[in-house]
Nanobody, 125 residues
């Protein structure tokens, strides 16, 4: 089992940057694939980015590709989501999620086993 705590959200102007962190507690963090999802008011939760358990592969939603970068530091049990060139449509609560040792990268909510409580990101125009 793993517990996830997100941090780093806040208010930023369009074009700015934020770095979200997700700290995991529990054993075997390096065997979890990690993902980020977001949910805007009145909308369904959507996939943002994911990284394999080894850190060797990443995958991004088209809406953030080229602007967001996901990385992980298994020594620190932490994943990071660097968000650049932020747009007002990036405004949402961002959630970190963990998927136990999957055979492939996971991009759907149902594939993830554990979730954080979320951190608010607000981008003003």
């Amino acid at each position: 089992q793993v517990q996830l705590v997100e941090s780093g959200g806040g208010l930023v102007q369009a074009g700015g940057s934020l770095r979200l962190s997700c700290a995991a507690s529990g054993r075997a963090f390096s065997k979890y694939a990690m993902g980020w999802f977001r949910q805007a008011p009145g909308k369904e939760r959507e996939f943002v980015a994911a990284v394999t358990w080894s850190g060797g592969g990443t995958y991004y939603a088209d809406s953030v590709k080229g602007r967001f970068t996901l990385s992980r530091d298994n020594a620190k049990n932490t994943v990071y989501l660097q968000m650049n060139s932020l747009k007002p449509e990036d405004t949402a609560v961002y959630y970190c999620a963990a998927d136990w040792f999957p055979p492939d990268i996971a991009t759907t909510i149902a594939e993830y086993d554990y979730w954080g409580q979320g951190t608010q990101v607000t981008v003003s125009s």
